[in-house]
Each structure stands twice: as structure tokens, then as C-alpha cells.
């Protein structure tokens, strides 16, 4: 993959939703709440429960938000039941598309993720015409003008990370997802800020579009993000050199 196609994914596709703090935090305390329904409260005895609250750590979400997610989920304040869904498709460009969902609704929630393809150029695909093209990897990434490549580098191949890249002024730390936790707690650790952090599905090959067909993907990755049930958006676009996405 071209230099620098991982973080304009990231920042392109999205930007917008991340911006919206709010929206963020209620993804991750859906997240950390049915971690918490399904093995209980305690980080320390479940290990989906402590990567959910990294993750939200990394993104710098308030404690009293991460405990109040965690006794919803164990039923202290009353429990929703979401359901956990995931829906393959192809953007423009035949642009392979992941979707991840956490729902209470599941009837809604395949109806707007369908709605979505359909109106922004995309199609839904059948199991496993997409999922087969992505591998789950901890991705852990900062801004190289904030923290240090070497230091960075140093906790992170001795906390089980497989590869480090700098790449466009991105730091990008890849690992296992068995090693994620471990190595994220270790540079939170040494106070190094992220700029995103989680368990990803990471393309193994990616879809060359023109710059025309990258901003139809992000309009369409963009509408997915803000749809409420939709946790994760992965893709496989390769964006072509010197691509700034829409103004």
C-alpha cells in the first residue's frame, strides 16, 4: 500500500464522525456495556471488558462515563441487549466494505445499512464476500510530531507489537490482537497519547480508485459512521496520491 493511504483512511472516512465527541463516547459505552453483560463487570477477569475500556481511555473518555457503562451492562442501571451484527458490501470503485453494528434493533438497523448502500453508490454482498479480504490486528496509532519514533518503538516491540511504521507523520503500531492490550497499557503507561486505538480488521489487499471515486467512498463510509448502530466501518480503499479528500 501506498505511504500515505492509512491515515487519510482514518482521517478521511472518519473524520467527521470522530469529530463529534459525543457520538464517539456513546459507541464505546455500547461497547463496554455488553463486554460487561457478557462477562461481567471485573477488567481483570474479562478481557473483552479491559481492551473496550483502553480503547476508551486512548480517546480519553471520562471515568465516571467508562464505570456507568460497566454497571449498565451488568444490569446496576438498567440493561439494554444489543445485539452484535456485521454486513459486507462493495463501495464505488468495487471498494470492499466492513460494517460492524451494535444494535438494540436489528430490524433497523439492516434496513439503515442497506438504505445507506443503496443511496450512496454501494451494494450489500453475501457472508464472506468481503470479510475473507481483512485480518483482525490491533492497530494503535500517534502523531509523530508529539511523541518520539524511537521511543515509541522501543515499548512498543518489547509489550509484543509486530511491526512500528512512520508513515506521513502517522506512527502506526500493529499487533497481534492477544498482544493489544498489553502493549497499549504499556505506552498509555509511559503517558504517550494516541490518536486512535483498537482491535481492527485491516485489509490484506487494497482497491486503487481515482480521486473522484475516493470522495463517493467517504461520502459513503461518512453516512455509515453516523448512523447510531454502526460501531466500526472498515475499507480496503487505496487513495491515490495527493488526495485531500473533501474541503
Given at each position: ?112 445499512v442497506r438504505n445507506i448502500f443503496n443511496k450512496t453508490g454501494g451494494n450489500l454482498g453475501a457472508s464472506n464476500s468481503v470479510a475473507r479480504l481483512f485480518t483482525r ?111
Amino acid at each position: 500500500m501506498s505511504g500515505h493511504s492509512k491515515w487519510a483512511t482514518i482521517k478521511h472516512a472518519k473524520g467527521a464522525a470522530d469529530a463529534k465527541r459525543g457520538q464517539l463516547f456513546t459507541k464505546f459505552i455500547k461497547e463496554i456495556s455488553i463486554a460487561a453483560r457478557m462477562g461481567g463487570g471485573s477488567p481483570d477477569s474479562n478481557p473483552r471488558l479491559r481492551t473496550a475500556i483502553l480503547k476508551a481511555r486512548a480517546a480519553n473518555m471520562p471515568k465516571d462515563n467508562i464505570e456507568r457503562a460497566i454497571k449498565k451492562g451488568t444490569g446496576e442501571l438498567g440493561a439494554a441487549v444489543f445485539e452484535e451484527l456485521t454486513y459486507e458490501g462493495f463501495g464505488p470503485g468495487g471498494v470492499a466494505i466492513l460494517v460492524e453494528v451494535l444494535t438494540d434493533n436489528k430490524n433497523r438497523a439492516a434496513a439503515n445499512v442497506r438504505n445507506i448502500f443503496n443511496k450512496t453508490g454501494g451494494n450489500l454482498g453475501a457472508s464472506n464476500s468481503v470479510a475473507r479480504l481483512f485480518t483482525r490486528k490491533g492497530v494503535i496509532e500517534y502523531d509523530a510530531e508529539s511523541v518520539s519514533e524511537e521511543e515509541i518503538m522501543d515499548v512498543a516491540l518489547e509489550n509484543g507489537a509486530e511491526d512500528v511504521v512512520n508513515e506521513d507523520g502517522v506512527i502506526t503500531v500493529t499487533t497481534e490482537p492477544s498482544e493489544f492490550d498489553g502493549c497499549l497499557e504499556a505506552l498509555q503507561e509511559k503517558g504517550f497519547e494516541s490518536l486512535s486505538a483498537s482491535i481492527s480488521m485491516v485489509p490484506s489487499t487494497y482497491q486503487e480508485v481515482d480521486a473522484e471515486t475516493a470522495k463517493k467512498c467517504d461520502k459513503l463510509t461518512a453516512k455509515l459512521e453516523e448512523d447510531d448502530d454502526v460501531q466500526n466501518v472498515y475499507t480496503n480503499v487505496e487513495y491515490p496520491e495527493g488526495y485531500e479528500g473533501e474541503e
